[in-house]
């Protein structure tokens, strides 16, 4: 949901459990339940795999950040985060 707020795009390949995210012409591919990803089809190591709860795949949020270069604000007061597009 989050590169789709931002104008990217994300499709799911549901026979082996694959999200492709596409961003500004850049490209991340992560499977559910598996710890290897890829940045433009560059092998990057994540440090939790990720995971499908209640029909949604839940991906490591500061990875995903990171390789589309947005940044991550954490608010501790109200302890929400806030991402915002790097110029």
Known sequence: AIIEQMGG???WNDETKEVTLIYNNN???VAADREDAYINN????LDAPPTVICGRT???IRF???AF???ILWNAN???IRIIKRL
């Open 58 to 60: 839940m991906l490591p």
């Open 69 to 71: 270069n947005f940044d």
């Open 9 to 11: 795009t994300v499709s």
């Open 64 to 66: 995903v950040c990171d």
């Open 27 to 29: 490209v991340v591919q």
């Open 42 to 45: 560059t092998l990057l190591k």
């Open 78 to 80: 109200d302890q929400t």
